[in-house]
């Protein structure tokens, strides 16, 4: 007893040393990414991000107007095989892989942090696409909700709590991959902009009860507009990579240029 004792307090010890190693680590990867970042984005980054923002708003707005038959004007909006969750799908599928891409082009360095950050989120992000299409956490909820031991009155139901995870989950990563967000240059702000949009959508989604028209409008609108800023940062991300990994000078331009060059030598 009195070893094991001795071993746990060893431990223990082991571990609040090695704390502030690892605290000065990522402080370190902190500064250095704001020295790595680059200023300067792709010229259609504007253009970009007011494309998909008011595409975005004019299909909420359209999903609201073309309703089928005899559906409520809130169909798209109540039902997940609606428009609003199809478009919410292609946007996690589109950002997972802009994320991919970006994991891709830098395949020839080793499995650094940066590495790592694009492979975690081209398969989250995918896993998100599936989710909002096959309702995996609408499904694993109601499977809970019908197990009478689970049963509580703390929340309202266990589907909330998943989504709630969720967000607790990409807080967790967001934070460990932060020096790594932060050395991409605007990634940082649309996260963001994304997040604030996801708090939208569950604060609206949890307090709402029953849910309304107005509620359930607000509520899908705000995760729509999730997967918009999820999307331009994605894009944003991989631009940047496949700059700064040399693929924007590629060989075709070049041989395009030597045989011109040597038509009109000859």
């Not at 680059?38 to 107007?65: F, K, Q, R, Y």
Request: glycine letters at 6%; a negative charge; proline letters at 4%.
């Amino acid at each position: 007893m009195t070893c094991r004792l001795k071993i746990t307090q060893y431990t223990q010890s082991r571990t609040i040393m090695a704390d502030p190693r690892l605290l000065n680590d990522y402080r370190f990867r902190l500064s250095r990414a704001s020295q790595l970042r680059v200023d300067e984005v792709h010229p259609w980054s504007n253009w970009m991000l007011s494309l998909v923002v008011a595409c975005t708003a004019a299909w909420i707005g359209a999903s609201l107007v073309l309703v089928p038959g005899e559906e409520p004007s809130h169909f798209h909006f109540l039902d997940e095989r609606g428009a609003i969750t199809v478009l919410s799908a292609l946007f996690l599928a589109a950002s997972s892989a802009f994320a991919l891409v970006a994991f891709l082009v830098s395949h020839h360095r080793p499995m650094d942090a940066d590495s790592w950050f694009w492979l975690v989120a081209a398969g989250g992000l995918a896993m998100l696409s599936l989710d909002e299409l096959l309702q995996f956490h609408e499904r694993l909820g109601g499977f809970l909700d019908a197990d009478p031991a689970l049963k509580t009155s703390a929340f309202r139901n266990w589907n909330d709590i998943i989504v709630i995870g969720y967000g607790f989950l990409a807080v967790g990563i967001g934070l460990y991959f932060l020096p790594v967000v932060l050395s991409y240059n605007r990634m940082i702000q649309l996260l963001g902009i994304a997040f604030f949009m996801f708090a939208i959508h569950t604060v609206v989604d949890s307090i709402a009860e029953p849910p309304t028209h107005t509620s359930v409008v607000i509520e899908e609108s705000a995760k729509l507009f999730t997967g918009a800023f999820i999307l331009l940062a994605m894009l944003q991300g991989m631009l940047q990579s496949v700059r700064l990994s040399g693929y924007s000078k590629a060989a075709i331009p070049a041989s395009i240029s030597e045989a011109t060059q040597r038509t009109n030598s000859g």
